[in-house]
């Protein structure tokens, strides 16, 4: 098997596993909002308080997410498919938020409205993962409003039934 095939062939066995959609927001080192669509998302303790996400090392907002003390993870739902086709195709773009709804938040880190879930973080751990950095967050504060999840499954966006 070729590198390239191998390498579709690992990416498609990982898409049968069902992840929810996230946007990670934060400032870069001038108070610019950052914002991507991520779907790495995962709890990782209630006692302290810890969440996880992954970002690849050749995304364009590399640098500003692997140096964010503060960072805002907001847990999408069903109906905001389209927020997260906005951030997954223009996260390099500096007028990103110039097209969404957002206020400022905790430690003025970027909040979209409207989501299920969001979690205000604080850069606990970062840990190499191969092609991508592992952030560990510490959860300051969070809200949740349940909504039906905007699901990520076989490279397609899918809902419940």
């Not at 990670?24 to 909002?33: C, F, G, K, R, S």
Request: glycine letters at 6%; proline letters at 4%; one cysteine or more.
């Amino acid at each position: 098997m070729t590198e390239v095939k191998q390498h579709r062939s690992l990416r498609d066995a990982f898409g049968q596993f069902a992840t929810g959609v996230t946007v990670v927001t934060a400032l870069d080192e001038n108070d610019n909002p950052v914002g991507l669509t991520a779907n790495s998302f995962a709890s990782v303790s209630l006692e302290p308080p810890l969440v996880s996400w992954c970002i690849d090392k050749g995304s364009t907002r590399f640098s500003e997410f692997a140096d964010a003390q503060h960072f805002t993870i907001s847990v999408l739902s069903a109906e905001q498919q389209e927020l997260s086709n906005l951030f997954a195709m223009r996260s390099w773009d500096d007028t990103v938020f110039s097209d969404t709804e957002w206020s400022s938040g905790h430690h003025n880190v970027p909040q979209l409205p409207g989501v299920s879930a969001r979690f205000h973080c604080e850069t606990a751990h970062v840990y190499e993962g191969g092609d991508h950095l592992i952030i560990v967050g510490a959860v300051l504060d969070y809200e949740c409003d349940p909504k039906e999840a905007l699901l990520f499954f076989q490279g397609d966006y899918r809902a419940l039934s």
